[in-house]
């Protein structure tokens, strides 16, 4: 396979502690095959806007590179997209509008 999609959905009423299970069931299901070459993750159900959800998105960008991936954030929701881009996290992720146009990039 060369792509890899990844729908993260995050409450709005999220507790701190369940980002550790997050983070652990992301990577859990994370190819061990190495085979993706492009991960696409899906924000557009998202609700949570808090510091703990940007560290994620850092660490799924890391996970994906360490993997041999290219990590790709699409239908990122305003409010989130406002955040990224004070933080200048803008820099660093790449987005798309779309899981399609995210496809299109490969």
Do not use: C
Not at 2 to 23: C, K, M, N, P, Y
């Amino acid at each position: 396979a060369d792509g890899w999609a990844i729908e993260l959905t995050i409450g709005e009423d999220v507790d701190t502690s369940a980002f550790g299970d997050i983070t652990h069931q992301l990577v859990e299901a994370w190819p061990l095959d190495r085979s993706a070459k492009h991960v696409v993750i899906d924000l557009a159900h998202n609700r949570y806007m808090g510091s703990m959800l940007l560290g994620l998105l850092v660490n799924l960008r890391h996970k994906a590179k360490s993997s041999g991936a290219d990590a790709i954030f699409v239908a990122v929701p305003q409010r989130l997209l406002a955040s990224i881009r004070l933080t200048n996290l803008d820099r660093m992720l790449k987005f798309a509008g779309t899981r399609d146009e995210a496809v299109a990039r490969w």
